[in-house]
């Protein structure tokens, strides 16, 4: 029985690649931005683990700038601080893929229904800061789906590390294995399983980029809109 | 005082964008080499600090293996298994870089001198296993400089995970802070100066791909060769 959905947010809500929309006035277009938002994605992870694996924690926008910084080196492009700036700024008006909102409305809709069990939450657990996470969310109108944020700087360890799913279980007072992790994340459902959670892998498309990872999930769906079925 | 120098192998004293000399005859010089070897190493690292989060842990070699298998699929390579498997032994065949030997050679020169302080040792500190590791060394005639290998499998963690430096240290029986690591990677460096070491700080060149770490190392190198200018 699951009764806690808790939801990843990038990649799984929003469509990170969307903040390709500030690239053509960063010369960024000029370049392949599919291979500009895969070292910058890998490398937002990479210092992310870097930091899990010597126990020191910042923030993930501080961390994703500096993988940005990176990426703009390897490809050889030039930005001022000021169009550093622009790009934390894009990162709270991600695009929402366009199956999210349809379906949170639909679990939001049978969460409120009379003959319901009330216990039932949809939670936000993101490697993102909480204020900012709560922002993005506010700026794209899906705040309201959610009852709680956790995030990473609470424990100060990144996802897949245990502690930010079982601080979710913590705070709930629910058992860990009755909540189930929402993502589209190969990564994040191997360490929502090692944590002892349920498991839904929202693998929508572009098999190219799913991680080689020997990971099996307890639901895959292709679409936020398909979790309905599994309640 | 420096008792012992603890080297880096992958990337400090070998060049592992030697392995492109199995491209010619697996299509990949097609595509564009260096971001196949940037992404292929990226995941590598990826993968070693996933499994540092989650606490899991499988030999270098089949982690280098699956992230090669990501990355081909993300340049639209289709290898069988035999050309895979061509991968791995070209993984024992890796080139060192040219001051490597000559530089190390200066080292055992002075570690041989009959005034010198006998308790100071060369070693390996290596995410690679050591059975891999002691053969890739045995095959470019390195292996004879060095008097142990310290290899990640021993302790099942990744560095820069500080459970591999402090082996090291407790191994040899020398307080941590009396072995220097040597490595090209400024995340190893982190590593070693969260668990205490002295580090050296080999940087040959290509400051494009110098992570973006607020890292200082004690002493910035250019070679090999230089270092026994800091003994």
Known sequence: ???????????????????SKVFPERNISKINSKSFMET?????????????SINKFEPFSDLSIRALKFTLKIHSIELNSDQIDR????????????????GLEVLLKSKNNADYNNSRKLVI???????????????????????????????RKYKP?????????ERLNISVSEIALVSSNLWDIAGAQSAGMQTCWINRKDKKTNEELDIKADYVLSSIEDLKQIL
Chains 1, 2 share one sequence.
Do not use: C
């Open 40 to 52: 910058w994605q890998s490398k937002q992870l990479q210092y992310a683990w870097f930091l899990n």
């Open 125 to 155: 657990l993101s490697n993102g800061e909480s204020v900012k996470t709560d922002k993005l969310l506010s700026n794209i109108s899906l705040r309201r789906y959610f009852d709680h944020i956790f995030s990473a700087e609470e424990v």
């Open 87 to 102: 790009f934390r700024e894009a990162q709270l008006q991600l695009d929402p893929f366009p199956d999210s909102k349809k």
């Open 161 to 169: 590390a245990k502690e930010l799913y079982i601080l979710a279980s």
């Open 1 to 19: 029985m699951i009764k806690i959905l808790a939801f990843d947010l990038f990649g799984t809500l929003v469509d990170t690649s969307s903040i």
